[in-house]
Structure formats: structure tokens, C-alpha cells
């Protein structure tokens, strides 16, 4: 049956999310069809990508006065570009006159030329030039201005958010800024992303494994023993108002580290507690970044999804100033990452399979245990915004 892409969230189907927001111990998983429907992703594209708060990256990959990098959204090119007053702001990449995207990729420069007709946008988005338009009628350049994005910048990471009147996010993450705090992400650094493109699995699958402690000495049995799942903890009830969803993750001994040698690799931040060594904390700030920490590195995924059964992923790594310093930080790096690469190709050859079995006829509205308390609040987060739909 054909449908509108929001009322494909029809009765039958918001019904169905009363059993996933019920206390863990009651719960079911979300409806399969949440997972694989093609109208399903077009209504997350209009309830929640076009509406909340959705991290493009750090703030130091645009450092300089005319910086900018370009990222796809759901089908949406947009510019970041830091002006030169030194102020961080987002516009549309689609040129005004005939849609063509003004500019791809990465750079510096004070203003954006659309290569297709010459068209000139500033840094803040506004028309400067337009070759041979002057016997256009009522044409006035403060018209075809590139939309602008509203931009925030948090904890060193860059949101921008296509609704201009959305309220601020940082009041939404309180819960778990303390955790965070001694980590100074805005002073840390990223040296780099890479990308993984056309994943076979929708982006709520990809939240659901980042943030699942149930897995997490099953799936990585050995490789995670230190951090085991009977660790996981949920230390701030849920808030409605929140838009971020984490867990704590203990570990048997201080300074853990997500490699064979279950250390740290990298130097730790220095300004950790003792109780803050002994952990890592996993987070959502849906829809697009997960985060996570360590003692010596933090670590995200931006998840972009690009069909209702596959995503890119930009992965990176957050470490202490002090860290890059030491001569051997390359060879390190390497050593970190083949630890993590364990990690990711059994979570990926899982997420696969899942996503596989959510298109079966028997795919289940299954019971959670209590260490999946995150996927309830999860749950939370997306019933609101697809109850939304209906109001």
C-alpha cells in the first residue's frame, strides 16, 4: 500500500511503540518494519533529520578564518565554513539559480563559486555576484541567498540543525556532560576521520549495537573480559527532555584499553578520577553522533544514512593533547586501531545478520534485558518524535 511518507506512522503502528517504551523489564524491541521500510526513513527524514540537532564534526577540522568542509545529510549538501570574523556557520551547498552544489569536499576561501554560472556566495551564505542577470526583472540578490542552518558547537563538535527556531542543544545533554567534563574534548584532538560507506544496515540497528552492554563480553568474548557486561550501568534515570542516551561500562582494573593487552596505548587525560579510569561511557545523541569514552581516547561515529537499509559511517578518534607529542604516536595509533578493528568486524558481520533477520516474516518483537536499559530510552527518544507525527 502506498503511503504519504508520515502516515505510513499510521495508529496500528504508534500503537505498537507502547510496549517498547515500558520499564526494561517489560519492554519489547521496536517493530520490524521501523527497520526496513523505505517510507519509514522518508518520515525520519522529515521528524528527525530535518528538525533536531545533527553533529557534522569537530570544530578543529575548520580552524583557520575561511575553512569549510563540505557533508551530505539525507540528501542535503551543506556547507561549513568558519567566516572571518571567526565564526562557525552552515548554509545549504545548492546553488540558488540552478541547484547545482556550489562547492564539494574541503578547503579555504572567502567566498563559494558555483562553477555551473558563475554564481557568488560570502561566507555567510548571501549572493554577491550573478553574472549577466541584469535584464532579469525584479531581480533583487538578497533573494538567492544560500539557506542558512543553525549551527551550535559542543564539547568541540559542530551541530547544525535545519530548523532555525530549534531551541539550544546543550541544556538537552546535561545528564551526561559531567562525564565528560574532565576530558576537555573542546582543547582534545581528532587527527583524522575515515569513512565507511554503504554499511548494509539501518542507522537505528547501528545505535542500537554501539550502545548495547549486553553484547559486550559475549559478542567480544576475550577481547572485551575486562569491560563484561554484568558492568553496565545506567546512572541517570531518563528525562524526556534529553536528547542524549548513555551508559556507563566498569571495568576489572584501571585504565582499560579496547585491545589485546586490555590497556591503555595512549597517554591517559590527566585530569581523570580514579572511578573515571575505571570505566568507558557509551552515548547517543541521535540521530547522527555516538560517542564514546576511554581513558586514553574518545571515539565517535557520525551515521548518515543513505537508504532505509544502509548508512556511511565517519569514524574518529579524540585523544589528549600530550598524546600526539610522543614520537611514537603513529606506531600507537596503529596498535589502537588494530585493537578496534577486532571489535568492528564482529560488530559489523552482527549487524549484518540482524539487519538480515529483520526482513523475515519471524523476525520478533523480542525481550530486553536489563543490561539494555539504553535501548529502551532509545525507544523513548524515537516514540516522542514519531508520536509527533500524529499531533
Known amino acids: 500500500m502506498k503511503s504519504t511518507p508520515v502516515s505510513i506512522l499510521n495508529d496500528e503502528l504508534l500503537a505498537s511503540l507502547d510496549s517498547s517504551v515500558a520499564d526494561v523489564a517489560d519492554a519489547k524491541t521496536l517493530h520490524p518494519d521501523l527497520y526496513v521500510s523505505p517510507d519509514v526513513l522518508a518520515a525520519e527524514k522529515e521528524l528527525l533529520f530535518m528538525r533536531e540537532w545533527l553533529a557534522v564534526g569537530r570544530a578543529e577540522r575548520i580552524p583557520n578564518p575561511g575553512d569549510w568542509f563540505t557533508v551530505d545529510i539525507m540528501e542535503e549538501p551543506i556547507i561549513v565554513v568558519r567566516d572571518k570574523a571567526g565564526v562557525v556557520r552552515s548554509m545549504s551547498a545548492v546553488c540558488q539559480h540552478r541547484a547545482m552544489q556550489v562547492c564539494e569536499g574541503e578547503g579555504n576561501s572567502s567566498t563559494f563559486k558555483c562553477p555551473y554560472h558563475h554564481w557568488i556566495y560570502g561566507q555567510d551564505g548571501r549572493l554577491l555576484g550573478s553574472p549577466a542577470m541584469e535584464k532579469t526583472k525584479d531581480f533583487n540578490k538578497a533573494d538567492f541567498g544560500l539557506p542558512p542552518l543553525a549551527v551550535e558547537e559542543w564539547q568541540g563538535f559542530i551541530f547544525v540543525n535545519f530548523n532555525l527556531d530549534a531551541e539550544p542543544l546543550a541544556p538537552t545533554l546535561e545528564r551526561y556532560t559531567p562525564y565528560l567534563e574532565n576530558f576537555d574534548l573542546a582543547d582534545a584532538v581528532c587527527p583524522g576521520t575515515f569513512t565507511l560507506e554503504n554499511l548494509p544496515w539501518n542507522w537505528k540497528v547501528m545505535f542500537e549495537n554501539f550502545n548495547d552492554g549486553y553484547h559486550a563480553n559475549r559478542l567480544h568474548q576475550f577481547v572485551q573480559d575486562f569491560c563484561p557486561s554484568d558492568m553496565s550501568g545506567f546512572p541517570v534515570p531518563w528525562d524526556d527532555d534529553s536528547n542524549v542516551v548513555f551508559r556507563t561500562a566498569g571495568y576489572t582494573h584501571i585504565d582499560g584499553g579496547f585491545n589485546a593487552t586490555h590497556r591503555v596505548i595512549m597517554d591517559v587525560f590527566p585530569k581523570l578520577t ?118
Open 274 to 391: 580514579e572511578e573515571e579510569r575505571m570505566r568507558s561511557t557509551f552515548a547517543l545523541i541521535p540521530p547522527v553522533l555516538c560517542l564514546g569514552t576511554a581513558p586514553d581516547q574518545c571515539f565517535f561515529f557520525l551515521i548518515r544514512p543513505t537508504g532505509p537499509e544502509t548508512i556511511d559511517v565517519e569514524i574518529g578518534y579524540i585523544f589528549h593533547p600530550s598524546a600526539l607529542e610522543d614520537p611514537l604516536f603513529e606506531q600507537k595509533l596503529t596498535l589502537s586501531d588494530a585493537g578496534v578493528q577486532v571489535f568492528v568486524e564482529q560488530d559489523q558481520d552482527a549487524t549484518t545478520k540482524v539487519q538480515k533477520g529483520l526482513r523475515s516474516r519471524y523476525a520478533p518483537r523480542g525481550r530486553y534485558s536489563w543490561q539494555e536499559e539504553s535501548h529502551v530510552q532509545f525507544n523513548r527518544w524515537l516514540a516522542k518524535r514519531y508520536r509527533s507525527a500524529a499531533s
